[in-house]
């Protein structure tokens, strides 16, 4: 936990704990990397806005010692310029102050899950030339971790490690606005008002009881080849008008409903709709060397 605030940084370091994480604290960017040298934790949390050493200055100090490492951003408003190139120089997530501090626990947790698992995964092949797989999920409710883990798990093939966690975590947003949002038909202040309440569960189920929703499905696909991953997910709700999304410009960026959106856009080189807006193809081509 990274933060000159102490009076934060020590409330969120003791929510941790109470969790079952191991939190350590920095007082700014500096400190930060020393911890990081000596630590090697799995998952940083950083303010942006720092004596000594910034949250943008950490974050690339921090990779240039490990490439894998994971990076979440807190920020305030006035510091979208600043985000936005964090983001795009590899910071995995971020919340904007003032935050529901249990989002951030689940970030953290999904996070954790997900560098835990790669680290148990060696069993891509460089001898790969091309996938396809294809899933269904028939409730709400079934778990879509380890889809997650299988489209992704020969990746290797195409592209450093260090990008491939936030591959994950953007199909994990998408695949979580599909159910949520595409099947269930649950608004963001819905959501938000639930996750507030701590009540987020809950309300999944209770939607995916009503008789307009039931038997919703999610439609998963996707093909690796020697140059690109893609991957298609598509729900049986109503869709949406994609063609209001705002553009990934620094103006937008914390006013966005749909953090998850805008991360998947960052993460990969294209995002693209149907008509309808119930399906979206997600690609990221293999980096070229210049």
């Not at 995964?121 to 899933?135: D, G, I, Q, V």
């Amino acid at each position: 936990m990274v933060d000159d605030q102490e009076a934060l940084r020590s409330l969120l370091a003791r929510l941790l704990e109470r969790e079952g994480f191991d939190p350590v604290q920095a007082e700014d960017g500096a400190q930060a990397v020393e911890l990081y040298k000596s630590e090697s934790p799995l998952v940083v949390v950083s303010d942006i806005m720092m004596p000594r050493m910034d949250g943008l200055a950490l974050l690339n100090e921090i990779r240039r010692i490990d490439r894998n490492a994971t990076v979440i951003l807190m920020t305030g408003q006035g510091n979208e310029d600043v985000l936005l190139k964090a983001l795009r120089g590899g910071a995995t997530n971020f919340f904007k102050k003032p935050f529901n501090v249990r989002e951030l626990i689940e970030e953290i947790r999904k996070v954790v899950e997900f560098r835990l698992e790669a680290a148990r995964t060696s069993l891509f092949s460089p001898l790969l030339e091309e996938e396809t797989k294809r899933f269904v999920m028939p409730h709400a409710d079934s778990p879509f971790f380890p889809i997650i883990n299988q489209v992704t798990l020969q990746l290797p093939c195409l592209l450093p490690q260090e990008d491939i966690l936030n591959l994950k975590i953007g199909i994990e947003e998408v695949i979580t606005n599909a159910i949520e949002h595409g099947n269930l038909g649950i608004s963001f202040e819905e959501k938000n008002k639930a996750i507030q309440e701590g009540r987020l569960a809950e309300l999944i189920a209770d939607k995916g009881r009503e008789s307009d929703t039931a038997g919703r499905m999610v439609r998963i696909s996707s093909r690796l080849t020697l140059e690109t991953f893609e991957i298609v997910i598509r729900d049986d709700g109503r869709g949406f008008d994609w063609r209001t999304l705002p553009a990934v410009e620094p103006e937008n960026l914390l006013a966005f409903n749909g953090r998850g959106i805008f991360l998947t856009k960052i993460y990969f080189d294209d995002v693209i709709y149907n008509d309808a807006g119930n399906e979206v193809t997600l690609r990221k081509h293999k980096a070229r060397r210049a």
